[in-house]
């Protein structure tokens, strides 16, 4: 069996004007109570048992899913009390199954749960969080991961001036082994996973795993979220947002492209975005586009900088994107250079490969994670490199003027489109997909 813990038990304060006297849970969400949207998406994913953790309103929750016909076990739970949800979570681990699934009663979502599972065996982690990028990092809980996004630590709102975090929010949507959290059973009774439990557990040493997706999944606790929440379902915004749905990018070049070209970078103090480059990104995101980086960084073989100097670049980076509402989806990067002689090179990123470009490695291994329709996508970059990469892996291309500005002339490559810069690059796309005029309330 699968088990799912719904953490239904909050009143739903911010949200009294749309309950009508019910519990938060029971809101309606265009038409449908959100408890029920929760169960069939889980049955949709396999789930067979749930427990509802409920303490507001209980009874009304318990005439609710009386009246469903689902097929799975269902258990509610009364708490007593406000416990917070890792506390309350804690008091019931007694009852709860070796691994199980944490849904935050509050949240909208459309995910690949299997899939999520399966990673998260194979791993063999202590707990995976659903990890995102959204439009407003700044204020929001950040959480830091490795190359192989293992969680290494977490960053709550607010935020050092200046500081540099990579843009992935917690989506509060877990898989945890009940192994990890007995110990924790008579050490926290009250509290919350993602600011107390999770930050405890990774200090003792927990394995944390960062599932990064961009599947949806969207608190709807106030009538604005809500509103938006509803938008997103009329216009199939939802449904086109699965992972089993083919997504169309736009992979994107870094220096030159969307920073300024200063030679090889190898600090965060030589990047700065170019004029406008946030913006364009931005559009993409709101065109419902898989915005990818794809960079060859040589700088990690030659030894100018290792892979905690490469994060620092990209999370400033990152920083820089979401102070103008842009994310990127993911980041791929080649570390490796074929020519050696360099002082301070690293021996074992000095071969040959497949994913640097013009080899289109990188766009493969996008594209299966993300399950990219690489028919409709684009590659935007200012070198022959990057046209030629285009070419290799199937790919539209847009050459913008910015940067090398294809002067390079290291390959015979022809690009779909030539513009300025990116932002005139981003007018081409939209207006050859047809996505300027049907933008999306794409805002996470």
Excluded at 259 to 277: K, M, V
Excluded at 367 to 375: C, G, K, T, V, Y
Excluded at 402 to 430: M, N, Q
Aim: net charge negative; hydrophobic share 40%; glycine share 8%.
């Amino acid at each position: 069996m699968t088990q799912a813990v719904i953490l239904a038990g909050g009143k739903g304060t911010r949200l009294a004007s749309r309950l009508n006297g019910k519990p938060k849970p029971l809101v309606d969400v265009d038409g449908v109570p959100l408890l029920q949207r929760q169960l069939e998406a889980l049955v949709g994913q396999g789930v067979d048992d749930v427990v509802l953790l409920v303490n507001h309103a209980a009874d009304q929750i318990e005439a609710f899913v009386a009246g469903l016909d689902l097929p799975l076990r269902l258990t509610l739970i009364d708490d007593g009390f406000p416990r917070g949800t890792a506390g309350a979570t804690l008091a019931c681990l007694d009852r709860l199954q070796e691994r199980f699934v944490v849904v935050y009663g509050d949240t909208l979502f459309d995910l690949d749960v299997r899939h999520m599972l399966e990673r998260h065996e194979a791993c063999g982690a202590d707990a995976t969080l659903l990890l995102h990028p959204n439009d407003h990092p700044a204020d929001s809980d950040l959480v830091e991961v490795d190359g192989r996004d293992w969680i290494r630590s977490f960053h709550s709102y607010p935020h050092a001036d200046g500081a540099l975090l990579r843009n992935l929010v917690n989506a509060a949507f877990y898989v945890i082994e009940r192994s990890a959290l007995e110990p924790w059973v008579e050490r926290m009774e009250t509290g919350d996973f993602a600011k107390d439990l999770f930050p405890a557990m990774l200090g003792e040493g927990a394995r944390l795993k960062g599932h990064i997706s961009f599947e949806y999944i969207k608190d709807i606790g106030t009538p604005a979220r809500l509103d938006k929440a509803e938008r997103h379902l009329r216009s199939g915004l939802v449904a086109r947002a699965r992972r089993t749905c083919p997504q169309r990018a736009v992979f994107l070049d870094r220096d030159g492209t969307i920073n300024a070209s200063r030679g090889h970078i190898s600090s965060h103090r030589d990047l700065e975005l170019l004029p406008h480059a946030a913006d364009a990104v931005r559009r993409l995101n709101e065109a419902e586009y898989r915005v990818v980086l794809i960079t060859n960084q040589p700088v990690l073989a030659r030894g100018e900088v290792d892979e905690a100097g490469l994060a620092r670049i990209h999370a400033k980076l990152e920083s820089g994107l979401g102070a103008r509402g842009a994310y990127l989806d993911a980041i791929y990067y080649c570390p490796h250079h074929p020519d050696s002689g360099f002082p301070g090179e690293v021996p074992e990123l000095k071969r040959a490969c497949d994913c640097r470009k013009p080899a289109p490695g990188m766009v493969e291994a996008a594209a299966a994670a993300l399950n990219i329709d690489l028919s409709r996508s684009w590659m935007v970059g200012d070198s022959t490199c990057d046209i030629a990469m285009a070419s290799a892996a199937g790919l539209r291309s847009v050459l913008v003027s910015t940067g090398e500005g294809g002067r390079d002339g290291k390959y015979e490559a022809r690009a779909t489109h030539e513009a300025p810069s990116i932002v005139e690059a981003v007018d081409f796309i939209l207006a050859a997909s047809g996505s300027a005029e049907n933008r999306s309330d794409h805002t996470r």
